[in-house]
């Protein structure tokens, strides 16, 4: 059993005990608090607590098997014992992949960022179109995407936009999808009939809640501006536009899209904890880098990750030397492939990684 996966079983254990606690049921805002973290670990620790029956159990049959005269009772043994050992053998596959894939097998929800880079209005063009894609790729899994921040640009591209992602597996699928994106292709605005080169970024950040990351309001300055300006600090009754500073660590927030004051830093809070999980996350894999440089999602927004050939309908990903020539059937939101070969590499990598960590010890 991994030391991870039983930590967690511990801490569940933890957490159930609290839930019959008078003193926690009496305080609504700590008894939320526990809830939500006792529901973050659930399918984990239900999980690791079926596999470690099945242990004693399979241990409790064999004593049957080896002890057992009569033949009849011999037979309903050995067959028990074989459901048993299938039974585990099936959880220990799951559990492997709750071991490799970390936190983001229990994640449903993230935030992405799309950026446009080098290439002007062809730029922001093709961060429409990468956006177009996910939103796509999204409607076919069923999950659920709410904007939360967009800036258009004159020809009807995206500068930039930030928006969530909610559903079963949507950031262990998605958070492959952190990097530069360049694209190769004839824009509209070209006569001659000219490949142009562009680019934009992609970030996939988990989505915190406030028992992941709490935030002092100390922590945080609030600047309020007309939505339809240049920005700045013009606090007033009609100002609806947010934006927040994380003054710890200089980190930028700002939200426009409702008409509500509420609303937009209710928006931006959401994208700040993001951000600051995934810093906390980054620092604590540093201190791991050996490992860290075997795999594919380290979420590295200066790293050329994908290409996109129009001319040639190909799509190449540069981490796992995977090309597919359907590169139209993509950008229709069908990534099924692609998803598949990057998580099938990324399992792989992880668990040679778990195996030298077992060795090394």
Not at 100 to 125: H, Y
Request: charged share 30%; with cysteine; aromatic share 4%.
């Amino acid at each position: 059993m991994y030391p991870s996966l039983e930590q967690k079983l511990e801490r569940f254990e933890e957490l159930e005990k609290l839930l019959i606690d008078p003193e926690i049921l009496s305080d609504t805002a700590q008894l939320l608090k526990i809830q939500r973290e006792h529901g973050g670990l659930a399918k984990t620790a239900l999980m690791v607590r079926e596999y470690k029956e099945l242990e004693e159990n399979v241990v409790a049959v064999r004593e049957m098997v080896d002890e057992e005269k009569d033949p009849e009772s011999r037979e309903y043994a050995e067959a028990e014992l074989e459901e048993l050992l299938a039974r585990q053998a099936v959880i220990q596959v799951d559990l492997e992949d709750l071991v490799t894939a970390g936190d983001a097998a229990t994640r449903g929800s993230l935030i992405m960022e799309i950026r446009a880079g080098t290439g002007g209005d062809e730029a922001s063009l093709f961060a429409r179109d990468l956006f177009v894609m996910y939103l796509r790729l999204a409607e076919n899994r069923r999950w659920k995407v709410e904007e939360l921040d967009r800036s258009e640009s004159d020809v009807g591209g995206i500068k930039a936009i930030t928006f969530s992602v909610k559903g079963d597996g949507a950031f262990m699928q998605l958070q492959f999808e952190s990097g530069g994106h360049r694209v190769q292709r004839v824009p509209d605005t070209e006569t001659q009939g000219r490949i142009h080169t562009s680019a934009a970024t992609v970030a996939v950040l988990p989505e915190a809640d406030e028992v992941e990351l709490e935030i002092s309001n100390d922590e945080l300055r609030v600047d309020t501006y007309f939505a339809s300006g240049p920005g700045g600090q013009k606090v007033n009754k009609t100002a609806s536009a947010v934006r927040i500073t994380h003054l710890p660590t200089n980190t930028v927030v700002s939200c426009q899209d409702e008409k509500s004051q509420h609303k937009n830093r209710s928006k931006a809070m959401r994208v700040l904890r993001s951000r600051l999980l995934e810093m906390k996350q980054q620092q604590a894999q540093s201190e791991r880098a050996e490992q860290r440089r075997t795999l594919i999602g380290s979420g590295d927004r200066s790293q050329r990750i994908r290409t996109y050939n129009f001319p040639q309908n190909r799509l190449s990903d540069h981490r796992i030397n995977l090309t597919l020539y359907k590169l139209d059937q993509i950008m229709l939101g069908n990534l099924d492939e692609l998803i598949e070969n990057l998580m099938a590499f990324d399992r792989q990598e992880r668990l040679q990684s778990l195996g030298s960590e077992e060795s090394g010890k």
